[in-house]
């Protein structure tokens, strides 16, 4: 385990009746560092959040704490945002967030004032005597993260933050998330936004049926895809390729295709190979982005 790590799932297991929910499970997670968490739907995202809170326990495996099992105090200053909004839809704003600070152990004073400052923060403090019916669905989810941020977490556990939000409140959540993390708050969130986790996370871990496929940064996971080149050749062969063993060509948009090479080929023999099928009017690696990438490794784990 690293010296800055926070968080630690190892070789977690859960099954419900013939459903594999985890299969030995394990990744950690630093202080100061924001991880997306990503999969289809039912690939273990969730219970592997809730088995972290306590909500749920692991068949084997352990959940450590900077090295140690975590404990119930632990627990308690980890920050915790469920997929399905847990907030009280007849409670006023205000009212709800100092009760939720209070079961964590914040004085009602320091609660109330906490609570007006983030509303301040979100632009919701004209809404604090506000039912949270009556809010915007962005807003509740405002409030939402509010209530996870009040009691100071030195974790975060965020299932689905983004779901539903509009350009400006992705922007106001993305900002939140980053200042935690430079706060030295560890950041753990699951999204299907791709686009949001790509540009937001330090390492990005992909789950697959209840197993962890891929993780890394996105630009170790782009090397795992191997080395890419797009090259514009205006009336090229169909097969210019088939002379270069270890090249395959992956698409192909007009003129353009999208070829990648085996290790031992070299870009070398690739442009001098296109220059044979034509006039070279691009030759440019690939960076795929990371929608690509979640396909390349499910795929790819699927057909193992």
Known sequence: MSETAALEL?????RYGDTVALDSLSF????????????????????????TIGVLAADSGSVL???RPIAFADRRRIGYMPEERG???????????VYLARLHGVDTAQARADAMRWLARMDLEDRATVQLQKLSQGNQQRVELIAALLHAPNVLILDEPFAGLDPVA???MSAVLREQAAAGVAVLFSSHQLEIVESL????GIVRHGRMVASGTV?????SAGRRYWIDIPGAAQDWTATLPGATVLRREGSRWLVSLNDGVSEESLLEH??????VHEFAPDAPRLSELFRHVISEDAAA
Do not use: H
Not at 28 to 51: C, D, H, Q, Y
Not at 87 to 97: A, K, N, R
Not at 219 to 223: F, I, Q, V
């Open 10 to 14: 190892v070789a977690l297991n859960k």
């Open 28 to 51: 950690s997670l630093s202080r100061g560092e924001i991880f997306g968490f990503v999969g289809p739907n039912g690939a273990g995202k969730t219970t592997t959040m809730r088995i």
């Open 65 to 67: 704490w900077d090295g």
């Open 87 to 97: 907030l009280y839809p007849t409670w006023g704003v205000l009212e709800q967030l």
């Open 170 to 172: 992705v922007d106001t």
């Open 201 to 204: 996370c330090d390492r990005v």
């Open 219 to 223: 630009a170790e996971l782009r090397r």
């Open 274 to 279: 296109a220059l044979q099928a034509g006039a």
